[in-house]
């Protein structure tokens, strides 16, 4: 373990550790969301605003190092739904999460990359289905 003189890059021996590294420095992301065309991070802070509801919402795959809250900021009325892409999980089982209230949030972190997200904290009664 050490610098590459070469480089100046951090380095393992056998592990490609800058590439961990990068991906943990962006952890504090912070993305407000308001339409249900908007991406939400997979690793940092998604804040929405969802007025009316918001379905349609995508939260992608996690990768080795991604910490992700989702957290509803504002709600008039109706539902914020976030699903996962085929083959992706919220805890092993379900792909859809709705949330009805303001201030309800999920704070998830990666288990497997690629595949599956675990939940650390459901905070308000986010609801979880598998559609």
């Given at each position: 373990?050490?610098?590459?003189?070469?480089?100046?890059?951090?380095?393992?021996?056998?592990?490609?550790?800058?590439?961990?590294?990068?991906?943990?420095?962006?952890?504090?992301?912070?993305?407000?969301?308001?339409?249900?065309?908007?991406?939400l991070v997979t690793s940092g802070i998604n804040v929405i605003a969802g007025g009316t509801g918001l379905a349609g919402l995508t939260l992608a795959a996690p990768k080795w190092g991604d910490r992700c809250r989702i957290v509803v900021?504002?709600?008039?009325?109706?539902?914020?739904?976030?699903?996962?892409?085929?083959?992706?999980?919220?805890?092993?089982?379900?792909?859809?999460?709705?949330?009805?209230?303001?201030?309800?949030?999920?704070?998830?972190?990666?288990?497997?990359?690629?595949?599956?997200?675990?939940?650390?904290?459901?905070?308000?009664?986010?609801?979880?289905?598998?559609?």
């Open positions: 373990m050490g610098v590459n003189k070469t480089t100046g890059n951090f380095r393992m021996p056998g592990v490609n550790e800058m590439a961990k590294l990068r991906r943990v420095a962006h952890q504090n992301d912070y993305v407000a969301i308001t339409g249900a065309t908007e991406a900021g504002s709600l008039t009325s109706g539902d914020v739904v976030v699903t996962t892409p085929a083959g992706v999980t919220f805890d092993g089982t379900n792909n859809t999460a709705t949330l009805n209230a303001a201030a309800e949030a999920l704070d998830l972190v990666c288990h497997t990359e690629g595949s599956r997200w675990v939940i650390l904290v459901n905070t308000g009664s986010v609801a979880l289905s598998d559609v």
